[in-house]
């Protein structure tokens, strides 16, 4: 989704370079991000961050974890970042980075993260758009690029086509998941449901009563 550019979120992302990091500066940190953290630990990365609640959530309940939020968009990153700003200042496990998705690997190297989140991605449903979906076999070479033997893609989704569609691409692919990875309906299921961290489109989908689809992948 495309969000309408906002006149102020330039000049905020100039003035807290702390905690977003451009493409330029991005390319840089390849190899040395952990510099950026306080603390050495496992680095996981979202792709497409939206509006930012679910990286930042994770990164509160998690601070023996070091997180990334990635987005292409400047006022999707602006916002995101700005919103965890006021909400909770500059974590110390939690940066923005305001990148490509499909070149990960310019950012990081070979097993620098551990994981992958892909969450509510844009579908698109076209065939002719198959390419731009987050789990073609273009992105998931980028992915296997920069994660170690085992790290693992986790996705969720709405959308009924996306899901069956990203499993038959991680399988094309080699990756490869267990019954206990995946699930039909997220929300229906006690024990998938435990600790899961809500996106703004998840909590929408859900008041509509529409089913999550979730799955772990693993290299």
Request: aromatic fraction near 12%; glycine fraction near 6%; charge should be negative.
């Given at each position: 989704?495309?969000?309408?550019?906002?006149?102020?979120?330039?000049?905020?992302?100039?003035?807290?370079?702390?905690?977003?990091?451009?493409?330029?500066?991005?390319?840089?940190?390849?190899g040395?991000?952990?510099?950026?953290?306080?603390?050495?630990?496992?680095?996981?990365?979202?792709?497409?961050?939206?509006?930012?609640q679910?990286?930042?959530e994770?990164?509160?309940k998690?601070?023996?974890?070091?997180?990334?939020?990635?987005?292409?968009?400047?006022?999707?990153?602006?916002i995101?970042a700005?919103?965890?700003?006021?909400?909770?200042?500059i974590?110390?496990?939690?940066?923005?980075?305001?990148?490509?998705g499909?070149?990960?690997?310019?950012?990081?190297?070979k097993d620098?993260?551990?994981?992958?989140?892909?969450?509510?991605?844009?579908?698109?449903?076209?065939?002719?758009?198959?390419s731009?979906?987050?789990?073609?076999?273009?992105?998931?070479?980028?992915?296997?690029?920069?994660?170690?033997?085992?790290?693992?893609v986790?996705?969720?989704?709405?959308?009924?086509?996306?899901?069956?569609?990203?499993?038959?691409?991680?399988?094309?692919?080699g990756?490869?998941?267990t019954?206990?990875?995946?699930?039909?309906?997220l929300?229906?299921?006690?024990?998938?449901?435990?600790?899961n961290?809500?996106?703004?489109?998840?909590?929408?989908?859900?008041?509509?009563?529409?089913?999550?689809?979730?799955?772990?992948?693993h290299?």
């Amino acid at each position: 989704m495309h969000l309408r550019s906002k006149p102020w979120a330039k000049p905020w992302l100039e003035a807290h370079t702390d905690l977003v990091i451009d493409q330029e500066h991005a390319q840089k940190l390849r190899g040395h991000w952990q510099e950026i953290f306080d603390q050495d630990q496992p680095i996981h990365v979202e792709i497409g961050s939206g509006k930012g609640q679910f990286i930042m959530e994770m990164a509160k309940k998690n601070p023996h974890i070091n997180y990334i939020g990635m987005e292409i968009q400047e006022t999707a990153v602006a916002i995101a970042a700005r919103k965890s700003f006021e909400a909770v200042g500059i974590l110390p496990n939690l940066r923005y980075l305001y990148g490509n998705g499909s070149g990960v690997e310019t950012y990081f190297e070979k097993d620098e993260i551990q994981k992958i989140y892909l969450n509510f991605s844009d579908p698109w449903p076209k065939s002719r758009h198959e390419s731009r979906r987050l789990t073609y076999k273009t992105f998931l070479s980028s992915y296997r690029a920069v994660l170690p033997e085992g790290g693992e893609v986790e996705f969720k989704t709405d959308n009924r086509h996306l899901f069956e569609y990203s499993l038959v691409s991680f399988m094309d692919f080699g990756m490869r998941w267990t019954p206990e990875d995946y699930t039909l309906d997220l929300h229906a299921d006690v024990d998938k449901v435990e600790g899961n961290v809500e996106t703004e489109y998840e909590q929408k989908f859900m008041a509509l009563g529409q089913p999550i689809y979730k799955v772990k992948a693993h290299f």
